[in-house]
């Protein structure tokens, strides 16, 4: 695919941070017209967002989307849930694997493909904290490594 095909509106960082993803799924967004239009803004917030099941179907809950200031009166909630759109069989199976202990669904990141929103959800395990230092520790290690190759090719 082209670089232009899927560009991003926001990624959920923390996300990967506090959680190890496990399954991932790209989904449709039902949006009012107003806050498609503070998406094409990029006033978007993913942070404390997650996916939650309601009976047979999926929701963003905590999802922040800014009013779009023109729509004034005709806006949205900024944080109402939003309805998810997948073909059933990955409901279910999305259903089934929520059901083991441990797991949850968040979303990792919204992006446009062909111009329409879509969101990318994660089926994910929590990090414990040994996990977070571990990770960081890591990429300061990779951070070093690389700043010792690009001095030492330098001179």
Known sequence: ????????????????????????????????????????????N????????????????GAHISPYDPASQFGHEPERQR?????RREIDKIAGKLKERGLTMV????????GRAKAEIGLARGKKTFDKREAIKEREGRREMD?????????
């Open 1 to 44: 695919m082209t670089e232009k095909a899927h560009r991003d509106i926001t990624v959920n960082r923390r996300a990967f941070h506090d959680y190890h993803i496990d399954d991932r799924y790209d989904a449709g967004l039902v949006l009012a017209g107003s806050e498609v239009k503070s998406l094409r803004a990029g006033r978007v």
């Open 46 to 61: 993913l942070k404390d967002s997650y996916v939650r099941l309601v009976g047979e179907e999926l929701f963003l809950v």
């Open 83 to 87: 309805k998810l759109l997948l073909h």
């Open 107 to 114: 979303p990792l990141r919204l992006y446009w493909s062909k």
């Open 147 to 155: 700043r010792a190759l690009a001095a030492k090719r330098r001179g």
